[in-house]
């Protein structure tokens, strides 16, 4: 090691890496707040704040992609906070529409309701949601629904670690065993690679584990104690999630069998003595390769069957490519860290070895550039998501990161150059150095040997001398090894590369819990919004929209406008027209902001009536800047009114 280096053992190394990635982890939880789904109610039968003449026989909820719903995932509350619905959920999908349905109780009094939800995106994600409407008037209700959204809360926080600290142990376990078979077979013999490796391999079994538990609180009540509930585990058992991670863990004993191999019998054959012994270290070779490419894959596998990549359009090219991308990434982070811990604490580390990975991570950028730039396209699908929804700014994120990674891969590159242009000195210089270590133990090494034997009569201080040579001879070739500038600058540079990498998967995984770019566009679309295209105020807020209550001179267009349209305090006007243009006086107008990014509001606003058709309100504070959802809610006679809503960009 050089003099400058850290001198820890690759256990500590190993050890420090996966705590980072745990309080990376951690922080872009916390910052990413909670996972939001791929699936989104997009429609209700009464809508939200409906106020209806009679009582209905059901409610029907609309979904923008497939759901799965369990026995409690739609309750009606009344008023008094008690069960309205018959508790029978109904599947009334059809065609390529998304819908579930529950009847009512015959005979339910006036009053405002509440229709709580809770299921299962395609996509593994739990999502949930509540709104109301209102049978003959609206009236107070006692009813209480979660505050937190599924997801979310303690056991959202330690889901999202055990996911990260998977991906974490996937590229460790299969990047560092392809390090050693494809790049450095010699490393099958050293310590520190084998510790990497089987430290990748319980990681990611720990941490299946825990998702595997965690799985049913996370999409239920959100209660840790309920992740040893014997029927909860049971249910999530029979779900597609559930399937993927016991099929992870049964690969993982595949896994278990290959590193007792590659750590074993292909170990022991570092150095075939004949032709016969070098065959068959061919075919041990060749079958551990062709072996654990399989079980890579199928571990991959259990990912793209279960997430983003089994959701949307082409699932059937979308998942095998998701694998490819993450064998990829694997490869070459893994493979980083495996070359890190070979520079700090392999005995020696071969230039040839170097080459080849290098030749490996340039393989594995290339593979990462056409299978990112598909799902990019897939999960984001125009350049407006790109730009405008979360999805698309963590994609922008990712690809930073990974340029910069490039960038000083490089550098990396750079070095092992410089190193091959230096081997031959080396070697020259590493021969002489152990001509003087073989001289030196045949002389004075080998006299205090014989005294040593002779006087004391003991082999064991015999042997101990041995080892004091051998000591002498590894130090001594440390020394000139790492007196070579081109290797300290690899270390460096290869320490940086696997820093950015951390974060980097960091990011990813908050990516692929976070809304495609694609369905967050169609679902603001479906609410009256778009994800990137909402109005930008860069001065007064003007906006018109239609509405239509049901009921008699129900129709009209309602205008808003919001000045100065910024942050802070605003004067509000609205206008109520019916559909000849002149103004119409309705009974009641009423307004409300909700910034769902920081999760504040929703903010209810009620303007005071100035005139026919007018309603005005003073001081209307807005908090902050960002994308707001504005709702208005118009009624034109005791049982009639509507809510219509705009997503607003207030700067």
Sequence with gaps: MTATAPRFGSAPLVRLLLVATVLLGTVFTVLSGTASAHAALTGSTPEDGAVVATAPQDISLTFSEQIAMGDNSI???????????????????????????????AGLPDGTYTVAWQAVSADS??????????????????????????????????????????????????????????????????????????????????????????RSPYTGSGKLGDAFDLGGLQDVLATKTGAALVSRLLLLGAAALFVAVLFGAYAKRETPQDEEENKERKDLTFGLAVGGAVVAAGIAGTWALAEHASTGIQTGLAMPVDVLHLLAVASW??????????????????????????????????????TGLYQSWRQVGSWSALWGTSYGQLLLVKVGLVAVLVGIAWFSRRWTGRLEQRAEADAGVGAEAEAEAATGSETGEGMKTAAAATVVGDSERATQLARQKQALATARQKRIRDSDPGRIGLRRSVLAEAGVAVVLLAVTTVLTSTE??????????????????????????????????????????????????????????IYVDGPDGQPLDVPEVKAAFTLTAQKIGPLPIVPEHFAPGHWSADAVQIPMPGEWQLQLTIRTSDIDQTTVDKNVKIG
């Design 75 to 105: 309750r009606v509350l009344d008023p008094d906070n008690k069960r309205a619905d018959t508790g029978k959920i109904r599947d009334l999908s059809s065609g390529g529409t998304v819908a579930y349905g529950i009847d009512l109780h």
């Design 125 to 214: 994600h739990p999502i949930s949601g509540a709104f109301t409407f209102s049978i003959g008037a609206p009236s107070k209700t006692t009813a209480a629904v979660p505050s937190e959204e599924a997801g979310g809360g303690l056991v959202g926080t330690l889901y999202d670690i055990a996911r990260y600290i998977s991906y974490a142990g996937f590229i460790l376990l299969v990047g560092g065993a392809a390090f050693i078979l494809g790049c450095w077979p010699r490393g099958a013999s050293v310590r520190p690679l084998q510790r990497l490796v089987v430290q990748g391999w319980l990681t990611l079994t720990a941490a299946t584990l825990v998702l595997l538990l965690l």
């Design 333 to 370: 982070l893994g493979g980083l860290t495996a070359l890190l811990v070979a520079l700090y604490r392999a005995p020696s580390l071969e230039n040839a070895a170097v080459r080849r990975f290098s030749r490996v991570a340039f393989v594995s950028v290339v593979v990462l550039a056409a």
């Design 516 to 573: 495609p770019g694609r369905t967050a566009e169609q679902e603001a679309g479906a609410t009256g919004g778009t994800a990137a295209t909402a109005p930008t105020t860069e001065g007064p807020l003007d906006l018109t929209l239609p509405f239509d209550t049901g009921g008699e001179n129900g129709k009209g267009t309602v205008r808003l406008t919001l000045d100065p349209g910024r942050s802070g305090a605003n004067a509000m006007h």
